[in-house]
T-cell receptor, first 115, second 113 residues
Framework: AQSVTQLGSHVSVSEGALVLLRCNYS??????LFWYVQYPNQGLQLLLK??????LVKGINGFEAEFKKSETSFHLTKPSAHMSDAAEYFC?????????????FGTGTLLAVQP | EPEVTQTPSHQVTQMGQEVILRCVPI?????FYWYRQILGQKVEFLVS????????KSEIFDDQFSVERPDGSNFTLKIRSTKLEDSAMYFC???????????FGPGTRLTVT
């Protein structure tokens, strides 16, 4: 069965600093991996996804993530944090072994950006 | 850009009452999903729906829950007799196929008192 672990429920960075949000996955089949962002009182917005092909994927708002099979990781990074990046970030894996590729989410990482 | 919409944005109900949460998926999408997020917890899968029937459901989705696509556009989640523990944010999602990523709606916050 697929699962996702997000290390660090809260991450705080200074504006302009590197953002690194960690995600490790477990999957018995080649995974489809996703990062979603949730701003306060809003829904889930897709940041980026990995399905096949290039292991470094670029998303919206300057975020990117690298799929590393050997480390079973899909960490999210952004070179320079902006105040508007403050939100909760969810890593998810698609249950490709199931009937309908439902998403299995991690517990989320709340990113705070300090001025 | 097409989007998934959900109504209402916030629903308050008393324990034991029935609620219906409504979603309008993206028009050419064929797969529909409901997820929920209890405050402070992770997003959990409830049910998926394809070709007018449930494809998969989680342990959470017991007999108190049902889904329906009453017409060509709406997708509803009904909770027959709400409990306090049903208080959560409920997200609807849709995808073009089972292999493509899911677009999420803004959610309905359900508060059971």
């Amino acid at each position: 069965a697929q699962s996702v672990t997000q290390l660090g429920s809260h991450v705080s960075v200074s504006e302009g600093a590197l953002v690194l949000l960690r995600c490790n996955y477990s999957s018995s089949v080649p995974p489809y991996l996703f990062w979603y962002v949730q701003y306060p009182n809003q829904g889930l917005q897709l940041l980026l996804k990995y399905t096949t092909g290039a292991t470094l994927v670029k998303g919206i708002n300057g975020f990117e993530a690298e799929f590393k099979k050997s480390e079973t990781s899909f960490h999210l990074t952004k070179p320079s944090a902006h105040m508007s990046d403050a939100a909760e970030y969810f890593c998810a894996v698609s249950d490709r072994g199931g009937a309908t590729n439902k998403l299995i989410f991690g517990t989320g990482t709340l990113l705070a950006v300090q001025p | 850009e097409p989007e998934v919409t959900q109504t209402p944005s916030h629903q308050v109900t008393q324990m034991g009452q029935e609620v219906i949460l409504r979603c309008v998926p993206i028009s050419n999408h064929l797969y529909f999903y409901w997820y929920r997020q209890i405050l402070g917890q992770k997003v959990e899968f409830l049910v998926s729906f394809y070709n007018n029937e449930i494809s998969e459901k989680s342990e959470i989705f017991d007999d108190q829950f049902s889904v329906e696509r009453p017409d060509g556009s709406n997708f509803t989640l009904k909770i027959r007799s709400t409990k306090l523990e049903d208080s959560a944010m409920y997200f609807c999602a849709s995808s073009e196929s089972g292999q493509t990523f899911q677009y999420f709606g803004p959610g309905t916050r359900l508060t059971v008192t």
